[in-house]
C-alpha cells in the first residue's frame, strides 16, 4: 500500500455509503433485492479504503495527517469549514465501523429476506453507516454535531422500522427522547465554547485548553456539556434506559448499534475530547464514577432478564460503563483498545442471538434449550464471544478488560474493585445465556408469523449467509487482542495526543496477578451459572425467593423507568405541565380569540345600524365630526 492516502479517498470512505442510501432511495424499490448488493458493495470499498488509511496513520505513527480545510459558509464572524481529522483514533473507529457493519449487512440478507420493507431497511442502514462515519472524520464542532444528529435519527428510524408495532414506535420514541437530553448538553457546550473563544475546530479547542486559554470553570463546564451527550447515546447511568427497549429493531440493527454505531460514538466523543477531560479533575472524575456505576448497576440487572437481546444490551451498557471508567481512569487507550475488541464479540453475539431467533421465533430463552445440537456453528461461535465478553484467556475481551483493571488499579482502587466485581457479573449472565440457550433439552420455541400455536418449526441451523458472519467474528474475537502485545495499538492511539494530555494518560503495563484475579472472578461466573442452569445443583427458584427484594429491584429495573414514565413523564409532565398549558390554550388562547370574534360580532351589529340611507343622518355625523375637530384643534392650539 501507497504511505500517503489522497485526501478524496477518505472522503469517499462516508460518502460511498451515503450514495448507496441515494441510489436505494431513488431506483432499488423496483427491484428490492439489490439494495443489499449496493450497501455491501458500498460499505465494502469504504472498509478497503479504511485499512488504507489505516497504514498511512501507522506510517505516521498515529499523528494526524493533517488535511486541509475547506472553507464553507461565512455569517458575519462566523466560518464554518469543512475539513477531516484522520489519526490513529479515527483510523481505528474506521476500521470497526466499515469492518462490523459490512458483516452486518451481508448476515442482512438472510435475516431480513421477505421483508415487506427489505430496500428501506438497506437504505436506512447505508444511512447509519454514512451517519457513524462522517462523525468519525469530522473536524469541527458544527460538522460533528451534525452527524451526531443524524446518528440519532438513523436509530430512530432503525429501532422503530417494524412500526406497525406499536412496542417498535414506543421504543422508537423513547430512545429519541431521552438521548435528545444528552445532546441539549453537548448543544450547550457548543454554544458556550464559541461564545468564550469564537472557536469551532476541535484541535483549536484542545490547543487552547492544553495551553490554558480557557479558563478552568469554563473548560470544567465545557467537558460537563460534552459528557452530557455521550451519556445520552452511550446510555450512560442515569439515561440508560433507552437502551434494552431498543431491542425492538431488527436484530442486525442492534447489532450494529451495539457494536460499531450509536453507544460507540459517545465513548468516542469523549476519547476525541479527552485533552480537555484531562485538564479538568472535576470532569475526568465525573467519567470515571459515572462509568462505573453503569457497569454495575447494568451487569446486575443482566442477571435476571429473560430476552436474550435483552440481556445482551444490559451486556453492551455494563461494557459502554467500562470504557467510560477506563478513559476516566486514564487509560485512554485501554478504554478504545475495549471498544475495539468489543464490536466484534458483541457484534457477534447479538447475530449469534439473531440466529437463535430464526430458528426459534423467540428471543425468550425459557423457550429454548438444547439448541447446541440444532446449531453448532451458531453455539460454537456464541460461546467463543460469551468468553471473550467475560475476559477469558486467551480471547480479545482478556486483552483490553485487563489494561482497564490495571488502569482502575493505578488510579482509583475503589472502582477497580467496582470493575472487579462486574467481571464475576458479566461471567454469570453470560453463562446463564449459554446453558438456557444451548444446554439441556429443547423447549419448544414459538410458531412462526402467521402459524397456530403447536406448529413450532424444529430449529435448524441459519444459512450460510447468515453463518459466515458469525465465523468471521469469531474470528476477530480470538485474535484482535493479540494486536496489542507489544503496544502497537497504543502507541497508534495515543499519537495525536499532546504532550499534556500524555501525561494524564495512565501507562499500563501487564500485571499477572491482576490478570490472574481477573480470571478467578470470570471463571466462578461461569461456574456459579453451570451450578445453577446446568447442573441445576441449585434452585433458580429458591434463589429469588431467598432474595426476594434484590431480584425485585432487578427485575423492575432499579425503578428507573417507573421514576422516568410513571412519575416525571405522565404525572409531572402531563398532569402538571400539559394540564397547564391546557389551561392556558383554554382560557387564554381560546378567550382571546372568543373574545375578539365576540368584539366583531357586537361591532358589525351596532354599526350596521349606522347605515340607514337617511341623508339628513349622514349630514348630521358630518356635521357633529367637522364640530368635534375644530374643538380639538382649538384645544391644542389655544
Not at 16 to 45: E, H, K, M, N
Not at 159 to 180: C, D, Q, S
Not at 422 to 444: K, P
Not at 577 to 589: C, E, H, M, P
Request: proline content about 4%; overall charge negative; glycine content about 10%.
Amino acid at each position: 500500500m501507497l504511505n500517503t492516502i489522497p485526501e478524496a479517498v477518505v472522503w469517499a470512505i462516508f460518502l460511498l455509503p451515503l450514495s448507496s442510501f441515494v441510489i436505494i432511495s431513488l431506483f432499488a424499490r423496483r427491484w428490492p433485492q439489490r439494495s443489499g448488493y449496493i450497501t455491501i458493495a458500498a460499505i465494502g470499498i469504504s472498509f478497503l479504503f479504511s485499512l488504507w488509511v489505516l497504514d498511512s496513520v501507522i506510517q505516521e505513527d498515529g499523528a494526524n495527517l493533517g488535511f486541509p480545510t475547506h472553507e464553507w459558509l461565512t455569517i458575519g464572524s462566523l466560518t464554518l469549514n469543512l475539513g477531516l481529522t484522520v489519526d490513529g483514533l479515527s483510523a481505528i473507529m474506521l476500521m470497526v465501523v466499515t469492518s462490523v457493519s459490512l458483516l452486518v449487512q451481508i448476515y442482512s440478507q438472510g435475516y431480513m429476506h421477505g421483508d415487506p420493507g427489505y430496500s428501506r431497511y438497506f437504505g436506512f442502514m447505508s444511512l447509519f453507516t454514512a451517519a457513524m462515519l462522517g462523525l468519525v472524520l469530522a473536524e469541527n464542532l458544527i460538522m460533528l454535531f451534525l452527524f451526531w444528529e443524524l446518528v440519532g435519527l438513523c436509530s430512530y428510524l432503525l429501532i422503530g422500522f417494524w412500526f406497525e408495532r406499536p412496542a417498535a414506535r414506543a421504543a422508537a420514541t423513547k430512545a429519541f427522547v431521552v438521548t435528545r437530553l444528552g445532546d441539549l448538553g453537548f448543544l450547550s457546550a457548543i454554544l458556550l465554547i464559541w461564545t468564550q473563544t469564537g472557536e469551532l475546530d476541535i484541535p483549536n479547542i484542545q490547543e487552547m485548553a492544553m495551553t490554558g486559554a480557557i479558563g478552568t470553570v469554563i473548560l470544567t463546564w465545557l467537558a460537563a456539556g460534552v459528557f452530557a451527550g455521550a451519556v445520552g447515546k452511550s446510555a450512560q447511568f442515569p439515561l440508560h434506559v433507552w437502551l434494552p427497549d431498543a431491542m425492538e429493531g431488527p436484530t442486525p440493527v442492534s447489532a450494529l448499534i451495539h457494536a460499531a454505531t450509536m453507544v460507540a460514538a459517545g465513548v468516542y466523543l469523549v476519547a476525541r475530547f479527552f485533552p480537555i477531560f484531562s485538564a479538568s479533575e472535576e470532569a475526568i472524575n465525573s467519567v470515571a464514577v459515572v462509568g462505573g456505576i453503569t457497569a454495575l448497576i447494568a451487569a446486575s440487572m443482566g442477571i435476571v432478564v429473560t430476552d436474550i437481546k435483552r440481556v445482551l444490551a444490559y451486556s453492551t451498557i455494563s461494557q459502554l460503563g467500562y470504557m467510560m471508567l477506563a478513559l476516566g481512569v486514564g487509560g485512554f487507550a485501554a478504554g478504545i483498545f475495549h471498544l475495539f475488541n468489543h464490536a466484534f464479540f458483541k457484534a457477534l453475539l447479538f447475530l449469534g442471538a439473531g440466529s437463535v431467533n430464526h430458528a426459534t421465533h423467540t428471543f425468550d430463552m425459557r423457550r429454548m434449550g438444547g439448541l447446541r445440537h440444532f446449531m453448532p456453528w451458531t453455539f460454537v461461535t456464541f460461546v467463543i464471544a460469551s468468553l471473550s465478553l467475560a475476559g477469558i484467556f486467551p480471547l480479545s475481551g482478556f486483552w483490553s478488560k485487563d489494561e482497564i483493571l490495571s488502569a482502575a488499579w493505578e488510579d482509583q482502587r475503589l472502582l477497580f474493585w467496582v470493575a472487579l466485581v462486574v467481571v464475576f457479573m458479566t461471567a454469570l449472565y453470560m453463562g446463564r445465556a449459554i446453558f438456557l440457550t444451548f444446554g439441556g433439552e429443547y423447549r419448544g420455541g414459538e410458531a412462526p408469523p402467521g402459524e397456530q400455536a403447536g406448529h413450532e418449526a424444529q430449529p435448524h441451523e441459519s444459512p450460510p449467509v447468515m453463518v459466515l458472519p458469525l465465523v468471521v467474528l469469531a474470528v476477530a474475537a480470538v485474535v484482535t487482542g493479540f494486536l496489542n502485545l507489544h503496544h502497537g495499538v497504543t502507541d497508534l492511539l495515543e499519537g495525536w495526543l499532546p504532550e499534556l494530555a500524555l501525561e494524564r494518560a495512565t501507562e499500563i503495563e501487564f500485571h499477572f496477578g491482576l490478570a490472574t484475579l481477573s480470571m478467578i472472578f470470570g471463571l466462578a461466573g461461569f461456574i456459579v451459572a453451570w451450578a445453577i442452569y446446568g447442573a441445576r445443583l441449585l434452585s433458580a427458584d429458591r434463589l429469588r425467593q431467598a432474595f426476594g427484594p434484590v431480584h425485585r429491584l432487578l427485575v423492575n429495573k432499579y425503578y428507573m423507568d417507573w421514576l422516568y414514565e410513571d412519575q416525571l413523564v405522565r404525572r409531572v409532565v402531563v398532569r402538571t405541565v400539559a394540564g397547564g398549558l391546557d389551561l392556558f390554550d383554554r382560557y387564554v388562547v381560546d378567550g382571546a380569540v372568543n373574545t375578539t370574534a365576540w368584539l366583531t360580532q357586537f361591532s358589525a351589529s351596532r354599526l350596521r345600524l349606522v347605515q340607514s340611507g337617511q341623508l339628513q343622518l349622514y349630514a348630521a355625523a358630518i356635521f357633529v365630526g367637522v364640530v368635534l375637530i375644530v374643538a380639538g384643534i382649538l384645544i391644542v392650539n389655544p
